[in-house]
């Protein structure tokens, strides 16, 4: 046992936990273990029964209930946190942790279960901000620079109306920083903060021996692709790549386009049959086609200026390859010692594409780099055993305040 008594963990996320995201790789990661040591419940914002994660894991009570967006806010936002308080009821938890950033949640549960139950919630990114390339001390002129960028009214009225609450709600010690990267950012703009790190590890095995005699594919691209993610830059990537080896490359790409400038991008990667490259589209993968892809892949190319701590970067290393990323701040907080991952000067397509090129070349010899920075940052024993004395801790935490 890793906890002194056995506790009852509730947790809140916004799909079915056997849905491919990255806000829940963590938690599915660890949930056999987890499901073992302390008594778990999970309520995901859905219609749709978990039947997979049900068979799955048979110590944990699953709940499900609809929800619905209007942008980014939730629509009847008053009585979706009366349905969830009658399930917290029925569970009865030490502790409600809650693995999504929707800002209406974060306040209204803080509000609604003050004084009565722990209560944390788990940022894998400040949704106020994206991920700036180049932090100032400044939370509020970050936010003007964000707002002041032609984003989509739905997000630029969310983050106008909720973004004053988060100074305050940072320092309430409700939040948890998932990454090395969210914790450089809540120390950047909030030094007085005292708010709970989470460990950081990969949340996925390594699969394979690092050798692989024949590529089906030389390069790799895989994202949820709103914009931001990289996939504005590919075309001119892969044609200097092309050019620089002397002949038609071969890619594959996953994953779902959610924008409609990402939409257009990918339509003209898949239909742009040209001397340069071909573009083989699977889609958003289930774990089978995924696991295919990567085995067969020579190199993942990945330039996002947009992430934290991407899962899916994560997942290439665990198949034995090397990735090629800009130089950002998720690079430096998170992969800067890891010898399989080099990272070019931003928006530098010509450097990009020569550093693609090398590691396809050293891919053999780079595997074993990859594998074994998976295998050092954790396996689902540990990330359970992590994550619990950290519940554990923030339940006393809040306890010793009750007193």
């Not at 002041?148 to 940072?170: C, D, G, L, Q, T």
């Amino acid at each position: 046992m890793y906890m002194s008594m056995k506790r009852k963990l509730l947790f809140i996320n916004l799909g079915k936990l056997s849905n491919n995201s990255g806000h829940t790789s963590r938690l599915r990661y660890g949930l056999e273990v987890l499901g073992k040591n302390a008594d778990v419940s999970i309520l995901s914002l859905t219609g749709e029964v978990d039947q997979i994660s049900i068979e799955r894991y048979s110590k944990v009570q699953f709940y499900n209930l609809p929800i619905e967006f209007r942008g980014w806010s939730v629509v009847d936002l008053d009585h979706l946190l009366g349905q969830i308080h009658e399930k917290i009821n029925l569970c009865n938890p030490d502790i409600v942790i809650l693995c999504i950033e929707i800002w209406d949640l974060i306040v209204g549960l803080q509000k609604e279960l003050a004084g009565k139950i722990a209560f944390c919630a788990v940022c894998h990114a400040v949704p106020f901000l994206g991920s700036p390339l180049h932090p100032t001390k400044s939370f509020e002129s970050e936010v003007k620079k964000v707002l002041s960028e032609r984003v989509a009214e739905y997000r630029r009225n969310y983050i106008f109306e909720h973004y004053k609450e988060f100074p305050e709600v940072i320092n309430s010690n409700i939040l948890i920083a998932n990454n090395a990267t969210v914790s450089y950012y809540f120390k950047n703009y909030f030094p007085k903060s005292t708010f709970w790190e989470q460990r950081p590890h990969v949340t996925i095995d390594s699969h394979q021996d690092y050798m692989i005699l024949k590529s089906e594919y030389d390069f790799c691209y895989m994202a949820r692709m709103e914009k931001g993610k990289g996939l504005e830059y590919l075309d001119q990537i892969l044609i200097e790549i092309s050019t620089r080896l002397g002949r038609k490359i071969k890619v594959a790409i996953m994953g779902r386009a959610d924008d409609k400038y990402s939409k257009c991008k990918l339509r003209h990667l898949i239909q742009a049959a040209n001397e340069f490259y071909s573009v083989t589209f699977f889609g958003w993968t289930d774990d089978k086609t995924k696991a295919y892809v990567l085995r067969k892949s020579g190199c993942f190319i990945y330039p996002s200026i947009y992430d934290n701590f991407p899962t899916v970067v994560n997942e290439a290393l665990a198949y034995g390859l090397p990735v090629v990323l800009w130089d950002t701040i998720f690079y430096r907080a998170n992969y800067r010692d890891v010898k399989s991952i080099s990272a070019t000067p931003l928006f530098n397509i010509k450097t990009f594409a020569s550093m693609a090129v090398d590691l396809l070349k050293r891919r053999a010899k780079l595997g074993h780099y990859s594998l074994e920075y998976v295998k050092n940052n954790g396996d689902s024993d540990l990330v359970a055993k992590d994550d619990l004395k950290l519940f554990e801790n923030i339940i006393k935490y809040y306890e010793n305040i009750k007193q």
